[in-house]
């Protein structure tokens, strides 16, 4: 087959569209003003600020003045979380519950909020990476101040029951956030009919520009002032805003939550054509997370004998971008704690590949994917050590075995 470009890595992050670049380009070279200015050019990028909170509010069912536009995911999870727990403190309770597979800008706030004296709940979430309304229930108590729980999990792709967990903490007076960055554009999102409190996106995620996103505060929820400074965004994040961003912002939200079913239903159809060449082709490989609640596009493999960083080098060099399930950024080698919570060994953890699909994939690429992963993973195994003992079932090899598909 010939050699293809394929970027197969839309969860870590997007290229900008066409129209989201298209509805920005005004905004640096025409309508630059300041939107806090009184001259013309200023208060039309005033008024465009406004229009694109409106756009966004309309797609996801709340006011305008509940939207805060933010630099994106990891900002809006932390004023959301921080925010929350200072103000609930005040009332005596610091009990927060959260899940174990949350992004780092959750966990990490949550970690940083434990060294303050709160104490917080990390939900199992199973083999198959979820999370039920009922652990939820269970686990609030007399002074939790907050639930917060993704709506898709990034690495793993599974989707989290988030109206009935909200449903849950509702009934029990309790607030709830969620990190939807990557649900939105994907799964249906109205925030009054699914009771969500508060809600983190971010655009770039979306087609949009890094660096811009928003949280949704549900009126009468009082955030506290993230940047002390001008009047933006009431007074609660100052600094001039970043109004192109805005604007595409604006633009990625109506086009990405437009036509959803169409879009899930097609890509979809591509996935699982994926999953099922791969562990078809490919023995002793397991699909992480379940396969029914996930993201249209995504697929998370674990290869046993197979070294993450190795897999992600070779399918690169054969055009294909993916990530793996070991941070490498960080410079660790420790595996993924996503699929650590799924209760997977580290020899299997370690040879995990995510791909993340977007349009404009094609079932041909998918049958690329499935032919140049087929070849990388036995060239790579070829070489291995660890695959050979496991081939030759070498004493303390056989449980690794457990969790991965047949050898033969
Ligand atoms: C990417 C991502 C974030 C962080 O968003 P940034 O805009 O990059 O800060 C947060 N949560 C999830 C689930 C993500 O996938």
């Given at each position: ?89 005040a009332k005596g309770k610091k009990h927060i519950i959260t899940t174990a597979f949350e992004h780092h ?105 890094k660096g811009i996103g928003f949280l949704y505060a549900k009126k009468g929820i009082v955030l506290p002032n993230l940047i002390y400074g001008g009047g933006q965004e009431k007074g609660r994040r100052a ?170």
């Amino acid at each position: 087959m010939e050699k293809r470009f394929i970027y197969a890595d839309n969860s870590a992050t997007t290229k900008v569209s066409d129209s989201v670049l298209g509805e920005m380009l005004p905004y640096f070279t025409e309508e630059y003003g300041n939107p806090s200015s009184i001259y013309k050019i200023g208060r039309s990028a005033g008024r465009a600020i406004e229009t694109a909170r409106e756009r966004i509010a309309s797609v996801f069912g709340c006011q305008p003045s509940e939207i805060y536009f933010t630099s994106g995911g990891s900002e809006a999870d932390n004023w959301a979380i921080r925010g929350a727990a200072a103000k609930m403190a005040a009332k005596g309770k610091k009990h927060i519950i959260t899940t174990a597979f949350e992004h780092h800008a959750v966990l990490h706030t949550c970690e940083y909020l434990e060294k303050q004296g709160f104490e917080v709940t990390y939900l199992p979430v199973g083999e198959k990476g979820l999370v039920t309304p009922e652990q939820v229930e269970n686990a609030i108590r007399e002074d939790t101040a907050l639930v917060t729980i993704m709506y898709a999990n990034n690495e793993i792709g599974t989707v989290m029951p988030i109206p009935e967990i909200a449903e849950v903490c509702h009934k029990k007076g309790v607030l709830f956030h969620t990190d939807a960055v990557q649900a939105v554009g994907n799964v249906p999102i109205n925030v009054a009919e699914q009771g969500i409190d508060m809600m983190s996106m971010s655009g770039h995620k979306i087609h949009a520009q890094k660096g811009i996103g928003f949280l949704y505060a549900k009126k009468g929820i009082v955030l506290p002032n993230l940047i002390y400074g001008g009047g933006q965004e009431k007074g609660r994040r100052a600094g001039t805003e970043n109004v192109p961003a805005i604007m595409g912002l604006a633009r990625a939200v109506e086009d990405a939550c437009a036509d959803i079913s169409e879009k899930a239903e097609r890509i979809t159809k591509i996935r699982e054509h994926i999953i099922d060449g791969i562990l078809e082709n490919v023995p002793a490989a397991r699909l992480n997370g379940d396969r029914e609640k996930r993201l249209p596009g995504n697929i998370n493999i674990s290869f046993l004998g197979v070294e993450g960083e190795s897999l992600l080098l070779m399918l690169d060099m054969n055009g294909i971008c993916a990530s793996s399930g070991s941070a490498c950024t960080s410079g660790s080698l420790d595996p993924s704690h996503v699929l650590l919570s799924l209760g997977l060994p580290h020899e299997v953890a370690h040879g995990s590949m995510r791909l993340s699909i977007a349009d404009p994939i094609t079932m041909e690429d998918g049958d690329y994917i499935i032919e140049t992963v087929t070849k990388v993973v036995e060239k790579i195994r070829n070489m291995s050590p660890l695959w050979e003992d496991i081939k030759n079932k070498k004493q303390g090899t056989e449980r690794l075995l457990s969790f991965v598909s047949p050898i033969e």
